[in-house]
């Protein structure tokens, strides 16, 4: 099944029980100042679970498009590097506001997945919560039951607070959910562990696929659980997961939602995929990473050096440099692939061809000056090498590469690669010693004044997550005059 029919069927299929298809909320966040891009299909409905609006319709359906990169769900350093995580990635949902409860939602879900999608009952297992007693709370035994009516029980595992409890914060509605996983492993990997049931995480082809939140509490603001007069249902699957399973593929790379950009990223590149470890991350963090950066410029939200806008920038700087490092990409390319995007995915999402040309635009100019900054930093680079040669030394100094990253966002393991190609090797405990200092000089002027750095708190967390040197450039001119 093609990953557009995919899509289609799961809308068709609650839509034909009286659900609404509404349209995806935007992937960038305007006017909440709690989060910065929506990272859940729930969060276009938080207003309804508060009960400060009310729905037009109490049964929903669609997909949403989210950004894992930042709070709460920070996902970025298992993109590429794992098959199922994405910075960007389609929560497919279902929902109920004060209307079925767990009965439906869970033989829906069912039905969809097994008589609808026809994913074989023997790759699925599930999870209920296992009560906490320190909260007074029960075992989902109501989840349970029916669960137990479609699913051999052995196959139906008790989960813990911290994965089977959702809140929606500090305060406001919470309850217990149940995960549908699939352990898509062959029979030769299930030998391995005498086919033993691994949970999610264990084992990279056992993955969470979908998620049923049940709301029926609301914590108050002393910490305690009232009942909810209404109860909801909140559902979230990952569509490129689903898609993963239904092609029958170990990765949701290998589907043809990341094929025609992994095909284009080949054709450009002059890298094959499934060569070595090292450039099949790079080939997937690109893939992965001009999805997020299309998607956002789409939604309005350009690379800048603040808030969203610095998150993204740093994003496709990220993609930038495993081009640059792993597949010796030292021009723009990345802005081609915006193209076979809007081509694949337009369809779905009108705003990415829409939006095309200043997507093209935007990234090849940032491509263009990142590249230029990573230029420059490898002149510096060569005359420092040189010059602890003719000292005959065989390391950089710590401080020596922290500038490099500091004043010219040259990246640390870049920097370390091409020590190790040139037989150095980098003081990396200087480095880290640099590192720390300047973000203690850097909390402190924070403080009192924020001119040359940006200090980025992710609004949800406050969780520290980066510096920036704004003005390089500046700092280059400086440096050569030394
Ligand atoms: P995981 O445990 O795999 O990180 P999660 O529990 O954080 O997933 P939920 O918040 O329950 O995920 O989101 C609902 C569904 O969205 C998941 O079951 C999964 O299929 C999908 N999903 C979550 N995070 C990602 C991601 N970074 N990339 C792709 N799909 C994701
Ligand atoms: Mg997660
Ligand atoms: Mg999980
Ligand atoms: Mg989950």
Known sequence: MKSQQIRQTFLDFFKNKQHEIVASAPMVIKNDPTLMFTNAGMNQFKEYFLGISDPKNNRVTDTQKCLRVSGKHNDLEEVGVDTYHHTMFEMLGNWSFGDYFKKEAIAWAWELLVDVYGIDKDCLYVTIFEGDASENLERDTEAYDFWAELIDKDR???????????????????????????????????????????????????????????????RMADGSLKNLPAQHVDTGMGFERLAMVLQNKQSNYDTDVFQPLINEI??????????TEQEDIAIRVIADHVRAVSFSIADGQLP???????????????????????????EPFIFKLATTLAHQMGDAFPELKAQQDLIINVIKEEEQSFLRTLDQGLILLDSMIASAKAN????????????????????????????????????????DKAMQEQKDRSRAASATSATDWTELRSDDTQEFIGYDRLEADVFISKYRKV
């Open 156 to 218: 139906i595992l008790n989960g813990n607070k911290k994965d089977n409890f959702w809140e929606m914060g500090d305060q406001g509605p919470c309850g217990p959910c149940s995960e549908i996983h699939v352990d898509i492993r062959s029979d030769a990997e299930k030998a391995k562990v005498d086919g033993a049931t691994l949970v999610n995480a264990d084992h990279p082809q056992v993955v969470e696929i979908w998620n049923l939140v049940f709301m029926q509490y609301n």
């Open 266 to 275: 080949e054709t450009i590149t002059g890298h094959s995929y499934g060569k």
């Open 304 to 330: 800048s050096n603040t808030g969203a806008g610095y998150v993204i920038r740093r994003i496709l700087r990220r993609a930038i440099r495993y081009g640059f490092t792993y597949l010796d990409k030292k």
């Open 392 to 431: 005959s030394q065989n390391a950089i100094e710590g401080s020596k590469a922290f500038e490099l990253y500091d004043t010219f966002g040259f990246p640390i393991d870049l920097t370390a690669l091409i020590l190790r190609e040139k037989g150095m090797e980098l003081d990396e405990k200087g480095f």
